[in-house]
T-cell receptor, first 112, second 113 residues
Framework: KAGVTQTPRYLIKTRGQQVTLSCSPI?????VSWYQQTPGQGLQFLFE???????NKGNFPGRFSGRQFSNSRSEMNVSTLELGDSALYLC???????????FGEGSRLTVL | QQQVKQSPQSLIVQKGGISIINCAYE??????FPWYQQFPGKGPALLIA?????SEKKEGRFTISFNKSAKQFSLHIMDSQPGDSATYFC????????????FGKGTSLLVTP
């Protein structure tokens, strides 16, 4: 069974640009969540989707948004990038009813 | 505001020794407490998890001890091996927050030969 797949793995952007990250969950998993990982703040919850609906949202500005498609694949978007947005963005999926999250390897975003 | 506090930040243990990492939480609505292991360049992987209806859970060399009244839980790694060298995160989630995990800041464990 394939794991959670995130693309792209690495990307470099400049301040003010926007970025879209993609996540394909494990087959059969309908719940997808996103986390930001930085050395200073650690792992922080961004949002959670189930059946194309955002079910929960973390404490991030509106520049961070996401969506989920009917096949459970998810994307997150960050607009008007700031230097502080440089981070590893992790996607996780889980079977509804269990809290066991399976993480992808992440997309490492560098903002210059 | 960090909802889960983790210590120590880093830990060095000799091979064969016991590694102990501690976490504390404040939110009594938390009812699921997992530990994740992360190797460089990889995403976190679930190691072991506990719910508050039990005080201890053991899986192989890994044990979670849970103290509900003190709102603390800890990870014990018995017979630590160099391959256990990684960053460990405790986390908590609970009612009303879906599966959103509140993570501790992590402990970098180095097991020396």
């Amino acid at each position: 069974k394939a794991g959670v797949t995130q693309t792209p793995r690495y990307l470099i952007k400049t301040r003010g640009q926007q970025v879209t990250l993609s996540c394909s969950p494990i087959s059969g998993h309908r719940s997808v969540s996103w986390y930001q990982q930085t050395p200073g703040q650690g792992l922080q919850f961004l949002f959670e989707y189930f059946s194309e609906t955002q079910r929960n949202k973390g404490n991030f500005p509106g520049r961070f948004s996401g969506r989920q498609f009917s096949n459970s694949r998810s994307e997150m978007n960050v607009s008007t990038l700031e230097l502080g947005d440089s981070a590893l963005y992790l996607c996780a999926s889980n079977v509804e009813g269990t809290g066991e999250l399976f993480f992808g390897e992440g997309s490492r975003l560098t903002v210059l | 505001q960090q909802q889960v506090k983790q210590s120590p930040q880093s830990l060095i243990v000799q091979k064969g020794g016991i590694s102990i990492i501690n976490c504390a939480y404040e939110n009594t609505a938390f009812d699921y407490f997992p530990w994740y292991q992360q190797f460089p360049g990889k995403g976190p992987a679930l190691l072991i998890a506990i719910r508050p209806d039990v005080s201890e859970k053991k899986e192989g060399r890994f044990t979670i001890s849970f103290n509900k009244s003190a709102k603390q839980f800890s990870l014990h790694i018995m017979d630590s091996q160099p391959g256990d060298s990684a960053t460990y995160f405790c986390a908590a989630s609970g009612r009303g927050s879906g599966y959103a995990l509140n993570f501790g800041k992590g402990t970098s464990l180095l097991v020396t030969p």
